[in-house]
């Protein structure tokens, strides 16, 4: 190990550079604040002597930890990765690392996630969060926060609409000539939920459409499954879930049940995650995650550097994409 006192320090930097040490500090924190050439002088004098800075005296003296926290609900479900990556892709981009978190679906585990991270982050994004409304506000008002797929005013978010492509979803239904729907909802807590339920009842209700809601509070492959009885019980010709992994499970237990999709029953799912990968391939609502993940830390970053939070509402629309899990309704005679 080399000893401390051989290692080249902030103030060798500054001289073999010809600036002085708060340029060299901003050039490794806030390098938007110098000119481009004295930025690279700087980083040319620290390669060349081997300098590089310490990270944790700079959180001390500065509170500027260089790291953000990502809590997301279900590390595993397949919507989640790319968000998460896209997150860290924009988070790099500004020399941030991202701390991951993963809530279990369980809104006190996300908020000692918070307590744990606060002490050694600068800001937060919580997506899909399932805090209250009350306690993100309390959160944000202790560090900068901001939200994807949660709509609580004054806090900056990221929503990814997906009710229009749910009301294409029933409207494409509606034309194949089903009368009767189902929609199998997702977690209790998910905002998601809330706007694709919304959305079902709503386009079905203009369309003189039948609709029943049937709860599901995990949203997995095996929840799909075990509900596709009651989502046959009801006389329904097509079902709508929550998301394509819902739907997946629904699509083997009817594969299982010998029930033919989609000649005898349509299935549509949300996220088009999955889609082009189950058999057959799955009518979805089209996913933004990737951009939602970089709006997020688009903005997140734009508080950091400027403290200055603004009441920001970014929504990005969805679609849906016709695949070959839905078909012309059979009507029993």
Same mark, same amino acid.
């Given at each position: 190990m080399t000893p401390r006192q051989n290692r080249p320090t902030i103030n060798q930097v500054a001289a073999a550079a010809g600036v002085t040490k708060s340029s060299v500090s901003r050039a490794f924190t806030r390098p938007e604040m110098l000119s481009q050439e004295t930025v690279r002088k700087i980083f040319a004098a620290a390669e060349q002597l081997g300098y590089v800075p310490n990270h944790t005296a700079r959180a001390l003296s500065t509170g500027r930890h260089g790291n953000i926290a990502l809590i997301v609900p279900d590390v595993a479900n397949p919507f989640f990765p790319p968000l998460i990556r896209a997150a860290q892709s924009e988070a790099d981009r500004s020399d941030y690392c991202v701390f991951l978190g993963n809530s279990d679906e369980n809104p006190q585990q996300e908020d000692k996630l918070i307590?744990? $991270?606060?002490?050694?982050?600068?800001? $937060?994004?919580l997506v899909s969060s399932r805090l209250s409304d009350a306690q993100i506000i309390e959160h944000a008002a202790r560090r900068p926060l901001v939200l994807i797929n949660r709509d609580v005013e004054g806090i900056p978010r990221v929503l990814i609409d997906s009710a229009?492509?749910?009301?294409?979803?029933?409207?494409? !239904? #509606?034309?194949?000539?089903?009368?009767? !729907?189902?929609?199998?909802? %997702?977690?209790?807590?998910?905002?998601?939920?809330?706007?694709?339920?919304?959305?079902?009842?709503?386009? #079905?209700?203009? !369309?003189?459409?039948?609709?029943?809601?049937?709860?599901?509070? $995990? #949203?997995?492959?095996?929840?799909?499954?075990?509900?596709?009885?009651?989502? !046959?019980?009801? %006389? #329904?010709?097509?079902?709508?879930?929550f998301d394509d992994l819902t739907a997946q499970g629904m699509l083997a237990e009817l594969a299982d049940q010998g029930i033919a999709v989609p000649a005898n029953f349509a299935v549509v799912g949300c996220d088009d995650v999955l889609g082009a990968a189950t058999y057959p391939s799955l009518t979805t609502v089209s996913n933004r995650s990737v951009e939602a993940g970089k709006a997020a830390l688009n903005l997140l970053m734009d508080i950091l550097q400027n403290q200055a939070i603004r009441d920001v509402r970014y929504v990005l629309n969805t679609s849906l994409v016709i695949r070959k899990t839905t078909g012309p309704a059979v009507i029993p005679r």
């Open positions: 307590g744990r $991270f606060a002490g050694q982050v600068e800001g $937060f994004v229009t492509g749910v009301a294409e979803a029933v409207a494409h !239904l #509606a034309e194949l000539g089903h009368r009767k !729907l189902v929609y199998v909802g %997702g977690p209790h807590g998910s905002w998601s939920n809330k706007q694709r339920r919304g959305a079902v009842r709503r386009s #079905a209700r203009e !369309l003189g459409l039948e609709v029943t809601v049937i709860s599901n509070e $995990f #949203a997995a492959f095996e929840s799909g499954r075990k509900i596709t009885a009651s989502v !046959l019980a009801t %006389g #329904a010709t097509a079902a709508i879930a």
